[in-house]
């Protein structure tokens, strides 16, 4: 597999570590944070993050 650039090589490595690529099923989900983000949450490179996922009640059609 050949790349044009560094951009697409890492594009590409992310897909296929987070099992998106070679038909590989991963069990990670990335999520990409800005580093504004990451200190406003007090997070560092490498930290395991646990989300809770909740669906809105909705009234109505």
Do not use: H, P, Q
Request: aromatic content about 4%; glycine content about 14%; proline content about 0%.
């Amino acid at each position: 597999m050949g790349f044009s650039n560094m951009n697409d090589m890492a594009k590409e490595l992310n897909k296929m570590m987070s099992g998106g690529g070679l038909g590989v099923m991963g069990n990670t989900t990335s999520i990409k944070l800005d580093m504004i983000e990451y200190k406003k949450l007090g997070l560092s490179v490498g930290d395991k993050v646990f989300l809770d996922l909740t669906k809105a009640e909705s009234s109505g059609v």
